[in-house]
């Protein structure tokens, strides 16, 4: 059992930079992969970007791959994602999702712990 609870979405210009931020409480963090996710309305929900629990291998979607970066810092039980030259095609609701032992992971139901999300919102 545990809480995940993402923060750092807003409103940016192409072209600009955000990092979000997952915070976890409530489980061992260290012993987790973590992934990010993202939906919008109507659409099915995309995977962007997982790490393994060791924190050693990253993974990233095509879409986002050299822009985005994944990273996991134990000491504070977060996770972040760095996001950088963003585009109208990035808005989304991202949300960040946790896996007991996770190597990879880019389908939505390896995943049972799930934080509510955090808008982004890329204009032209």
């Known amino acids: 059992q545990g809480q995940l609870v993402e923060s750092g979405g807003g409103l940016v210009q192409t072209g600009d930079s955000l990092r979000l931020s997952c915070a976890a409480s409530?489980?061992?963090?260290?012993?987790?992969?973590m992934g990010w996710f993202r939906q919008v309305p109507g659409k099915e929900r995309e995977f962007v970007a997982a790490?393994?629990?060791?924190?050693?291998?990253?993974y990233y979607a095509d879409s986002v791959k050299g822009r985005f970066t994944i990273s996991k810092e134990n000491a504070k039980n977060t996770v972040y994602l760095q996001m950088n030259s963003l585009t109208p095609d990035d808005t989304a609701v991202y949300s960040c999702?946790?896996?007991?032992?996770?190597?990879?992971?880019?389908?939505?139901?390896?995943?049972?712990?799930w934080g509510q999300g955090t808008q982004v919102t890329v204009s032209s």
């Open positions: 409530g489980l061992t963090f260290y012993q987790y992969g």
């Open positions: 999702a946790a896996r007991l032992y996770g190597i990879g992971g880019s389908t939505p139901t390896d995943y049972d712990r």
């Open positions: 790490i393994d629990w060791t924190g050693d291998n990253t």
